[in-house]
């Protein structure tokens, strides 16, 4: 094959290649930032964690007892659901309407709830013996941040250490829907290690407390 040929087969497959991922979503591994897939029920961090200040552990509680902070079960939503099944605004339209018509308010579900009940296995009206609930399921909730599993990360090792979840996952209390805000790239999180004093402990001399946290590769790769 000519020389020139072959540049112009190798440019046109560079290209092609190019192309395809830009016009995909593909990405290096661990290299997810700004994925933000769409869930099964629609769940609003800004509201819970921002308006409501649910602290993370609440929801989140694996976090501070090992490797994984675990994703809620409905058990854990419906702690609070089983007596919030709506919108305030929606509750007080419903209360002015049936004040109004002169009857008993009646019950409203939004939509997004009426998803939990379902997965939950829960009639929000006890009242409505004919209502037909579906078997209890696990809510197929869509995984958002994820290192490669040769990467062993603990995260009660970090909130132990005291380090805040948003130095991770960036600012939760704003989002409405969840984001991966940092690419957890190996750099990324050296970074971090090198920018964070160790914790002064029996351990570490008084000569050696200004340690950086470990950068070893074990620490991470085991």
């Known amino acids: 094959m000519h020389t020139s040929t072959k540049v112009f087969a190798i440019s046109a497959l560079l290209l092609g290649g190019s192309t395809i991922i830009a016009n995909s979503d593909s990405r290096l591994m661990a290299n997810n930032k700004g994925y933000s897939p769409e869930q099964p029920i629609t769940y609003s961090h800004r509201l819970h ?26 058990s854990i939503c419906m702690n609070c659901h089983s007596v ?8 007080l339209m419903e209360k002015v309407r049936a004040e109004t018509a002169g009857e008993e308010p009646k019950l409203t579900v939004s939509t997004e709830l009426a998803k939990l009940f379902d997965y939950a296995g829960w009639n929000p009206d006890p009242t409505d013996e004919s209502a037909a609930v579906p078997a209890a399921q696990p809510i197929p909730w869509q995984r958002i941040h994820q290192v490669p599993d040769f990467v062993y990360f603990d995260h009660s090792v970090h909130v132990a250490a005291g380090q805040a979840c948003e130095t991770c996952h960036g600012p939760v ?50």
């Open 49 to 74: 964690a921002g308006e409501l200040e649910i602290n993370c552990l609440y929801c989140h509680y694996g976090a501070e007892r090992g490797r994984h902070a675990g994703i809620p079960s409905s």
């Open 84 to 91: 919030v099944a709506d919108g305030f605004d929606s509750i």
């Open 173 to 222: 209390q704003s989002m409405e829907r969840m984001r991966q805000e940092t690419d957890l790239s190996m750099g990324w999180c050296i970074d971090c290690h090198r920018a964070n004093e160790a914790t002064p402990t029996s351990l570490a001399p008084d000569n050696d407390l200004h340690r950086h946290v470990s950068t070893d590769c074990v620490t991470c790769h085991l």
